[in-house]
């Protein structure tokens, strides 16, 4: 099976320090996209507005959290400060690129606002850290498959630098939470368990409002979101054995997902998920 690898905390610092400095966006806003329809160009800023509050959600998280983990662990505070940068910058270049579609930032629809409620609720801290590492997995995986179908130049430019970002942000929120697991108590670790459950559940259960919504876009179809969620989620958490929280494989059976093809797909190595210009972004297939 492959594993998400870990690194100490030092390693991701220093990643996270080189990749500040290399913040480059070359998107070509100067044309605008000739959408085929109004229809399709709604549907772009949908999609681009969800993903910029994911942006600004994870960016709010990350700052909370590493102001609370500073005295305890200085080191992993500065990692956790730097991710939310990263996270802000994204949002930056959201902010810029609605505009360049001729849209807004608009308020959040019920699902949205009931699931980023739940989340700004979350206290303990490995309740918001699994709640990120999942909510990063399938912003991940939708921008991937996104990628794989959306034809604008500028959105697919968009696109890539937000999956290959996120491509890196996965295992490092694994990285977190394994941090923080190692301090918690044997019923935290349990009830966490629950949450993840619930959360797999809801999360697979998210396409069904999103689709609607952004298909005109993005063209992906609502039990393919699905299935790709499912398959995702269950690869970050069957790689990483030490967190103790297996996936729901029944879950999986019946969304059709198989367990063989989860347990033998490997991910990217590290390194190159960290080194931005060796990411690649091919779309997610089967
Ligand atoms: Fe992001
Ligand atoms: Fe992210």
Known sequence: MARTEDRPTRWWLETLRRRAERTDAHIAMTEPIRFESEAERAAAVRFFNAAFRAEESGLRQAHELAAEVRELDPELAEVLRLYGDEEGWHRELLTEFLAFLGGEIKPMGKVTRTLYLLYGSAKRMETILLTNLMFETIGSTTYRLALGRVRHLPARQMLTILTRDEAFHVPLNVHFLRRVLGRSSRGARWRLRFVQRALFLSLTLLPLASRPKARAFDGIGTLELSRAYARELARVFASAPELGLPPPWLL??????????????????LEDAAERERVACEPLTG
């Open 252 to 269: 999986l059976r019946l969304l059709g997902v198989d367990r063989c093809n989860v347990e033998r797909s490997a991910f990217e190595p």
